[in-house]
Nanobody
């Protein structure tokens, strides 16, 4: 099991910035990717950005050029720098760690942190 602790959400005006942090603990050696997802009211959870152990990074199209995901492997932490925030970025943001144990893939989730962007 991997435990994920998020921080950094809050309320910001459109055009502002926030940085989310997520620290992993537990069986971190099974982690092969970390990332961020978000879920707005009435919508399905969607991928925002992911970063694999091998350095592969993926972004959802609407955040490209505005959000940056980074990992600090020494601290077992993943960050999401969010710039030029828009009201449509308002959602609960969830940290995710993908693990593989005995050939089986698992998703580990944080508790979520609220990001609210006012217009």
């Amino acid at each position: 099991q991997v435990q994920l602790e998020e921080s950094g959400g809050g309320l910001v005006q459109a055009g502002g910035s926030l940085r989310l942090s997520c620290a992993a603990s537990g069986n971190i050696f099974n982690i092969n990717a970390m990332g961020w997802y978000r879920q707005a009211p009435g919508k399905q959870r969607e991928l925002v950005a992911t970063a694999s152990n091998g350095g592969r990074i993926n972004y959802e199209d609407s955040v490209k050029g505005r959000f940056t995901i980074t990992r600090d492997n020494a601290k077992n932490t993943v960050y999401l720098q969010m710039n030029s925030l828009k009201p449509e970025d308002t959602a609960v943001y969830y940290c995710n760690a993908k693990t593989t144990v005995f050939g089986y893939s698992n998703d580990n989730w944080g508790q979520g942190t609220q990001v609210t962007v006012s217009s």
